[in-house]
């Protein structure tokens, strides 16, 4: 059996779904207990309440004109006409206990041609004897108890005290769970923050696992970045050596060969950039991101690239690590004006999250190789021409690491305005 369609109605929150568990038994257990309990009991009392009175009233009109016993049973007995006589029967919808008693004395009183209750304080009995019609009032409280308002009263009140007491409690239990999520969200963003394991012993070992956990990917992060500080002087020296080397020779062999140390010298850097990762990015820090791409294609613009702003929308700040972004931006544009003639670049900040848009009209990557495209060291010869520039296809994995490690996503697909490729960032805020 699928309760597919009960999900759109749950609460998405923990704390939600735990007061649902607590709540739902709680009212669901005094729903049970008023009505399957409470109402049969007093529905059993009213019944036989009202089979005493169904006795006196008929003893008192087979004893008149006897006025005394009458009095004595605490009767209000007259004779009335028969246009004194209501046409039908009256009671209040929601008198459920009149139910019972209307059922009972028609049973048990004889002669009965109407009964009323009108409210809580009387009740109305018309009898028709062989002799003459008579009126008969009684007190409500004969026939039936009165509603148990405080026993229902101490219910609603104390379960609901009861509840309020265990949902203080469940949320210390479930305080430890949010903080353990925060901080690992915060950590696959980028960010440390505090945190200490607490809680049930569970949660605890959670704590205790996810701080191992971010020890080690710490540490490797901090060995792999001395690692390759190490290997960048190490290769560094050496192509300075041939630099030198080079400048000795004639101007004929020496240009060919400088241009391999360049290249040799631009691949290093771009292999470093992306070991390196985020480790010199710096900490996250709120940032306008509107003027920050502004400044981005204004410095391509100086440095000759055609890219130009294209549509823009929303206006605030947002959490950034500005420099790493920075970085994927300058990386998609690089892609798209070495591979297209022209770029347009766009900035979409909603109150949910931020979308920045990289389009070129190149030849683009075709749909099945997209996420191919975001790994390391990939280049497509089809969609791609390699001849344009070094490269070892880092540029777009670097972009989508730097998204990644601002809780975002780098997605690829069509340009639909100039027929390329169209690369998004988008990042929740």
């Not at 229902?152 to 353990?180: D, H």
């Not at 190789?369 to 490269?391: I, S, Y």
């Not at 340009?415 to 998004?424: C, N």
Request: hydrophobic content about 45%; charged content about 25%; aromatic content about 6%.
């Amino acid at each position: 059996m699928s309760f597919d369609w009960l999900k759109r109605y749950m609460p998405r929150g923990l704390y939600g779904r735990a007061a649902l568990i607590l709540i739902l038994p709680v009212v669901t257990l005094q729903l049970v207990v008023s009505v399957v309990f409470i109402q049969r009991h007093f529905e059993g009392v009213t019944e036989q309440m009202s089979r005493d009175l169904a006795r006196d009233a008929n003893f008192a009109i087979a004893a008149q004109p006897d006025a005394r016993a009458v009095r004595a049973l605490d009767l209000r007995l007259m004779q009335i006409s028969a246009a004194e006589v209501p046409a039908a029967d009256r009671r209040r919808w929601y008198d459920f206990s009149g139910i019972v008693v209307v059922r009972t004395l028609r049973d048990h009183v004889r002669g009965l041609v109407r009964l009323e209750l009108p409210d809580d304080s009387a009740v109305w009995l018309y009898v028709e004897t062989p002799d003459a019609l008579y009126q008969l009032r009684v007190d409500r409280g004969r026939v039936s108890p009165s509603n148990p308002h405080q026993l229902l009263v101490n219910m609603a009140f104390f379960g609901a005290l009861m509840t309020v007491i265990a949902f203080l409690y469940l949320r210390n239990q479930l305080r430890p769970i949010t903080r353990l999520a925060r901080a690992a969200e915060a950590f696959g963003r980028g960010r440390t923050v505090a945190y200490s394991p607490s809680g049930a012993v569970e949660v605890r070992a959670a704590g205790h696992a996810f701080l191992d956990m971010r020890q080690r990917i710490e540490r490797q992060i901090e060995q792999r970045t001395m690692m390759l500080s190490g290997v960048s002087h190490d290769l560094r020296t050496p192509l300075t050596r041939l630099r030198l080397g080079l400048s000795m020779l004639e101007d004929d062999e020496r240009e060919p060969l400088e241009r391999d140390v360049d290249d040799m010298q631009r691949l290093i850097d771009a292999f470093l950039d992306f070991a390196r990762g985020d480790a010199e990015a710096g900490e996250a820090e709120p940032t306008d991101p509107i003027a920050l791409v502004t400044r981005i294609v204004g410095d391509c613009q100086r440095a000759g690239q055609k890219v130009s702003m294209g549509q823009v929308s929303g206006e605030g700040e947002i959490a950034l690590r500005p420099a790493a972004l920075r970085r994927a931006v300058e990386n998609l544009i690089g892609n798209a004006v070495r591979y297209g003639e022209t770029c347009e670049v766009s900035v979409t900040l909603s109150d949910k999250s931020l979308r920045i848009q990289v389009e070129d009209d190149g030849p683009g990557i075709a749909p099945e190789d997209r996420e191919t495209a975001l790994r390391p060291f990939v280049r497509l010869d089809p969609a791609r021409n390699q001849n344009k520039g070094p490269g070892v296809g880092l540029g777009l994995a670097i972009a989508a690491d730097i998204a990644r490690a601002h809780g975002g996503v780098l997605r690829l697909a069509a340009s639909e305005r100039l027929g390329g490729l169209r690369a998004d960032i988008v990042i929740a805020r």
